[in-house]
């Protein structure tokens, strides 16, 4: 089974700052990688598919990198609404499986 | 715009059976790629996901959970149900009901979730 590490698990940023989020994981899951954001009470909502493509509706300011076990997450600059829990979710190998999430909170 | 909604109790014994019925609005569980899926999550901890269901009634569940789980589908109430039986109070959680792309397994659209605690 695949397991994802997110790092780090805490992230104390200031608006207008670049924040970048890392996911590895422990064998190559090539690029079928995607990017969730989940704000406190409510579901997560998708934010990069294929690793680098971004959902529908999704800001410019969110990308995504990486291919087989290194992925990383950059927001360009931070929002007030982007302070949220950002979890990595594989989809190569049975059975999918999420990352640990990366906290982004204001500092 | 598709919606999904979960339904059913918040609260289960333990060594009973969880029962949750997704509805699904805005699209049909017949059309598209798509396969319908729940995902649950024990509060602080990752994301979880269970099994999926496709319109036909093919289904996958999570190796850790299989022995436990069953789901089904009504496409004529465009719903679809998870049963998970025997609960501890370690299958306390959010549960989900989740679209996932067939094609990509990503998941696109998702219910806002109901809490499930187990106790007596």
């Known amino acids: 089974e695949v397991v994802m590490t997110q790092s780090p698990a805490t992230l104390s940023m200031s608006p207008g700052e670049r924040a970048t989020l890392s996911c590895r994981a422990s064998?190559?899951?090539?690029?079928?990688l995607a990017w969730y954001q989940q704000k406190p009470g409510q579901a997560p909502r998708l934010l990069i598919y294929g690793a680098s493509t971004r959902a529908t509706g999704i800001p410019a300011r969110f990308s995504g990198s990486g291919s087989g076990t290194e992925f990383t997450l950059t927001i360009s600059s931070l929002q007030s609404e982007d302070f949220a829990v950002y979890y990595c979710q594989q989809y190569n190998n049975w059975p999918r499986c999420f990352g640990g999430g990366t906290k982004v909170e204001i500092k | 715009q598709v919606q999904l909604q979960e339904s059913g109790p918040g609260l289960v014994k333990p060594s009973q059976t969880l029962s949750l019925t997704c509805t699904v609005s805005g699209d049909s569980i017949n059309s598209g790629p798509y396969y319908w899926s729940w995902i649950r999550q024990p509060a602080g901890e990752r994301l979880e996901w269970i099994g999926r269901i496709f319109a036909s009634g093919s289904t996958n569940y999570s190796p850790s959970l299989n022995s436990r789980v069953t789901m089904s589908v009504d496409t004529s109430k465009n719903q679809f149900s998870l049963r998970l039986s025997s609960v501890t109070a370690a299958d306390t959680a959010m549960y989900y009901c989740?679209?996932?792309?067939?094609?990509?397994?990503?998941?696109?659209?998702w219910g806002q979730g109901t809490l499930v605690t187990v106790s007596s």
């Open positions: 064998q190559s899951v090539s690029s079928n």
């Open positions: 989740v679209r996932e792309y067939k094609r990509a397994a990503y998941f696109d659209y």
